[in-house]
């Protein structure tokens, strides 16, 4: 896929990236997304989730791919309290018959009003 764009397996493509960190990075045919987080941090579990994953959504489809083409995911939680929340919305998102690897666990994140932060590498 990647050469059908003119892309070589061999480049390294950063996206959305400053001096610190890049949102993704697009290498050998593997999109590598850093941790996403939503934007409105009052929201509950449901609502930072869909933020959350809308990120990952737009992108992926920056990268080329798509949700259909994960290959796995790191959830981190703020309260394992919100792991069924989080579940009902991340249920209806993922594409069915292509759930990726996943581990889910607690963590403290780095802002106390994100409740959750989602990390995903994806087939480009």
Known sequence: MLE??????SDIIRLDQN????RC?????????AGQVADDK??????QTRQALSKIDQLLAEAHTDKSRLLSATIWLRDMNDF????????AWVVPGSA???CCGKVE????????EIIVVAAA
């Open 100 to 102: 990726p690897a996943r």
């Open 109 to 116: 994140l780095a802002d106390p009003g994100y409740l959750i």
């Open 4 to 9: 059908e764009r003119g892309i070589a397996m």
């Open 42 to 47: 009052a929201g509950d579990i449901g609502v």
């Open 25 to 33: 990075v697009v290498h050998a045919g593997v999109a590598y997304l």
């Open 19 to 22: 001096q610190r960190r890049s």
């Open 84 to 91: 069924d929340g989080m579940n009902v919305v991340w249920d």
